[in-house]
């Protein structure tokens, strides 16, 4: 189950197909982005902050590991683990108290028992000048919007 995205407007676009798969309030959803450094995961996530209503800047969570933000009805938390080394920080971290919210990860390969809560894993890769995203769905629910995102 996979798209190909020629540019950069293209992930954009499967960021707003995101949006309208997800239900109006995703709590308690968590999406999984996997795939190298420049691959595009903080572009999807971007994109899916302007999709559900945030206006301003998407700081990169690299330093701070979460970036909260308050929208309509709804937190989203981008999370990115890139400097987690060892799973235990995520209980640091208070990660499992997130779960009020839509918990959007990139680098969620750093901490590979999260694949049981998560309930969608977007993978990309480069393919040519642009990317490939790959969906795999990891609950019931994510399997279906990973069949949505595929058609
Ligand atoms: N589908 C695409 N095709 C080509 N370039 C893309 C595509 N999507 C995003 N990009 C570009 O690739 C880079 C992705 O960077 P970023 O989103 O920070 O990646 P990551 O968070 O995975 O490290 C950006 O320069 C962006 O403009
Ligand atoms: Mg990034």
Redesign the pocket.
């Known amino acids: 189950m996979s798209v190909f995205?020629?540019?950069?407007a293209?992930?954009a676009a499967l960021a707003e197909r995101l949006q309208a798969a997800l239900p109006e309030r995703p709590a308690g959803w968590t999406i999984l982005?996997n795939?190298?450094?420049?691959?595009?995961?903080?572009?999807?996530?971007?994109a899916l902050l302007r999709a559900m209503g945030h206006e301003g800047a998407v700081p990169s969570p690299t330093y701070t590991l979460v970036e909260p933000y308050q929208l309509s009805g709804i937190t989203v938390y981008h999370v990115d683990l890139y400097r987690v080394a060892d799973p235990e920080e995520l209980r640091y971290l208070g990660f499992n108290e997130l779960d009020d919210g839509l918990r959007l990860i990139?680098w969620a390969e750093r901490a590979p028992e999260l694949q049981d809560q998560a309930d969608l894993g977007i993978q990309?890769d480069y393919e040519g000048?642009?990317?490939r995203a790959s969906f795999k769905g990891l609950s019931e629910r994510g399997t279906a919007l990973a069949e949505a995102l595929s058609a």
Do not use: I
Not at 5 to 8: Q, R, Y
Not at 35 to 43: D, F, P, Y
């Open positions: 995205l020629a540019d950069e293209a992930t982005l795939g190298e450094l420049g691959a595009g995961k903080s572009t999807l996530a971007r990139e990309l000048e642009g990317r």
